[in-house]
Nanobody, 113 residues
Framework: QVQLVESGGGLVQSGGSLRLSCAASGFTFSMYAMSWYRQAPGKERELVASITSAGGGTNYADSVKGRFTISRDNSKNTVYLQMNSLKPEDTAVYYC??????WGQGTQVTVSS
């Protein structure tokens, strides 16, 4: 069965960096686009970034463009989210996602001001 396991979240000061990882299993990873979403308290879940199956195409929410980078290593069945210049408004639970409706358990990112 499909499993998505996120890691790398934590507490960081404003301006700091974190790298999230999502280890995937149960499907042919290299054939599927992958995405990162986030959900802040009291807010709807929102798309942060997506990457095509081979990694040649990426897409970002306007709020993270220029600060976050999504990447993948198909040899390791892993997708990453490098987050730089973090802001308190980036505080959320971050989820890995694969269509049609597969989600990881989430990893908490907290940015202190």
């Amino acid at each position: 069965q499909v499993q998505l396991v996120e890691s790398g979240g934590g507490l960081v000061q404003s301006g700091g960096s974190l790298r999230l990882s999502c280890a995937a299993s149960g499907f042919t990873f290299s054939m599927y686009a992958m995405s990162w979403y986030r959900q802040a308290p009291g807010k709807e879940r929102e798309l942060v970034a997506s990457i095509t199956s081979a990694g040649g195409g990426t897409n970002y929410a306007d709020s993270v463009k220029g600060r976050f980078t999504i990447s993948r290593d198909n040899s390791k069945n892993t997708v990453y989210l490098q987050m730089n210049s973090l802001k308190p408004e980036d505080t959320a639970v971050y989820y890995c996602y694969k269509r049609p409706n597969y989600w990881g358990q989430g990893t908490q990112v907290t940015v202190s001001s």
